[in-house]
């Protein structure tokens, strides 16, 4: 077992490391100016810049609440949406085609009528999250509930459940472990649109980061912002990869 524990921190140490020695020898031998690829080393010096004068750590609390905020609206919206339209078969052949409709549309095309709905600020950047991560919540939880085992509505059924205990007793614990990886993928997703959002229509954030360090010419700033974005990405799916270990979430798959 601490074999195990060990391997799985060692080896992607390894991979990252093997990472940073290509990125500096790329950086010395591409010819490019350091102005244009600076290495790790000038990166780093560059990280310590902002760390210190605390610009790195307010960008990137702007972003994690912008995707706090969208993602936890999605959650509350999605979810009970996507339960009563796996349920309710009527609803669910209603407003299937008006879901495929919406859901490919790319949140980043949502992006000119937000800024004219809600301004420059937090509201657009929200809103956008909320549309990236409220498809694929829905949908995944209107196919999990249709996956249920019918066997759980007849015992309801037999010990004359209400709708509502239905929907907390049977139908949200039993979708569970297929709703936790949508989880997952979404909060991703979210992670993902709300740099491109801080591009526009913000003036904070990891992604005004890049896009102002890229005005300024200062290379080591976006490659600086470029690595925050990955290990808070990481740390975000660390957090939600864990809640797959609650053993009281597991019984809907049995």
Known sequence: MDFDRMRNYLLPCLLFLALGAAWEILAVFS???????????????????????GTLLKHSVASLFRVTVGFYLAVIFALPLGMILGWWKTGQISANALIQFLRPISPLAWIPLAMLWFGIGDKPAIFLIFLSSFFPLL???????????????????NFNFTRIEILSKIIFPAIL????????????????????????AV????????????????MDYVMDAMIAIGLIGI???????????????????V
């Open 31 to 53: 010819g490019w100016s350091p102005a244009v690829f600076p290495g790790p080393r000038l990166a780093a010096k560059a990280a310590w810049e902002l760390i210190a004068n």
């Open 139 to 157: 949908v995944s939880t209107i196919t999990a509930v249709n996956h249920i085992n019918s066997l759980y509505f007849q015992v309801a059924a």
């Open 177 to 200: 472990p297929s709703i936790l990886p949508a989880l997952r993928i979404s909060l991703g997703i979210a992670w993902l649109v709300v740099v491109a959002a801080e591009m526009i």
């Open 203 to 218: 003036k904070s954030g990891l992604g005004y980061l890049i896009l102002d360090s890229r005005n300024a010419l200062r």
């Open 235 to 253: 740390c975000l799916d660390r957090v939600i990869s864990q809640l797959n270990k609650i053993k009281s979430v597991s019984w809907g798959s």
